[in-house]
């Protein structure tokens, strides 16, 4: 038992039971939905929302907030709209770009002592005031590649299934089993131990942001693939939801602690929420409420959890 609710069982444990629970309910409510085509639709837009909650968690794993998250995304969906779809080496070149400059600003906010919270904030207009002039208003179309790539359907599991699968994998690998993600989540338990350990922090914090901005880029590009155009607003709702889905997902604000298959359990679990409260007939205007109290409810439960195993630990 003891073994079964260790600390990194239960941060995929619980995201997953949780997914499991709404997954029925949903079952119960709507059996239609429990076939090839209503797990396609369900999960359809969970793809970005997964690779914008990866890049969210590289941020929380070295004790920073992303607030920018949302127009970021936003930004890069736009560009792959216009120049990728358009001018793709123009286009490659400009996410590039935003990705170096994500990076620069994870050395910037640890040379000059700023908070990550503010720093991003601030980001954020920018982001979205370059989507505006890239897209001024709603347009643009995905390049043929992305969007031949999002709407196949492989047999037995459909697509969004098996890009989760592959998100979380590739995710895993690089925090959980290289030697940069060993690095990475040390600096975010203990920075001062990883520095006399002879690591450059202005390295891994670097390294850090450009992997964010890489899957944001990403999650920008899919998101249009399975959309066919973009807006600079398209995703702004990205940056609470890739909070909520990396904390849903076993994640911490603090200390390093972070799980890149729960961060992918807690973004299905979250997409899938928005469906089971259709199905309810909740109006949209109580539905982020309901899906901010299934959050809460899922992280008491892990509370919960987590003080049992701190008293079996004493006894």
């Not at 600079?232 to 603090?254: D, H, K, W």
């Amino acid at each position: 038992m003891k073994t079964l609710l260790s600390n990194d069982n239960l941060r995929i444990l619980v995201p997953a039971l949780s997914l499991v629970a709404l997954l029925c309910a949903v079952f119960y409510l709507q059996p239609r939905t429990m076939s090839y085509m209503g797990l396609n639709l369900m999960f359809n837009l969970a793809v970005p929302i997964a690779l914008a909650t990866i890049a969210q968690m590289f941020i929380l794993a070295v004790n920073d907030l992303d607030l920018s998250m949302g127009a970021f995304v936003s930004f890069s969906a736009c560009v792959a709209a216009t120049f990728l779809e358009q001018t793709p080496l123009i286009g490659i070149l400009i996410l590039a770009a935003a990705i170096g400059v994500y990076a620069l600003i994870g050395v910037v906010i640890y040379l000059r002592n700023l908070p990550a919270i503010v720093v991003t904030l601030g980001m954020s207009f920018v982001w979205s005031g370059f989507a505006v002039l890239i897209l001024p208003s709603p347009g643009g179309a995905a390049p043929e590649w992305i969007r031949a790539i999002m709407t196949s359907r492989p047999p037995m599991v459909p697509m969004a299934i098996i890009a989760s699968v592959i998100i979380a994998a590739v995710a895993h690998l690089i925090v959980m089993r290289s030697s940069f993600g060993v690095v990475m989540r040390g600096l975010g338990g203990n920075s001062r131990s990883v520095e006399r350990s002879g690591w450059s922090i202005i390295g891994i914090r670097a390294m850090t942001y450009a992997l964010a901005g890489l899957f944001a880029v990403m999650a920008g590009i899919v998101l249009v693939g399975l959309t066919t155009a973009a807006d600079a607003n398209i995703a702004l709702r990205y940056t609470l939801l890739s909070i909520a889905g990396v904390i849903l997902g076993g994640g911490e604000f603090v200390g390093g602690r972070v799980s890149p298959v729960g961060a992918v359990i807690g973004a299905l679990t979250l997409t899938l929420a928005a469906s089971f409260l259709s199905f309810l007939r909740i109006s949209p205007d109580w539905q982020i409420g309901a899906q901010g109290a299934i959050l809460i409810i899922v992280l008491a439960i892990r509370l919960i959890l987590n003080r049992r195993e701190r008293k079996e630990k004493r006894a």
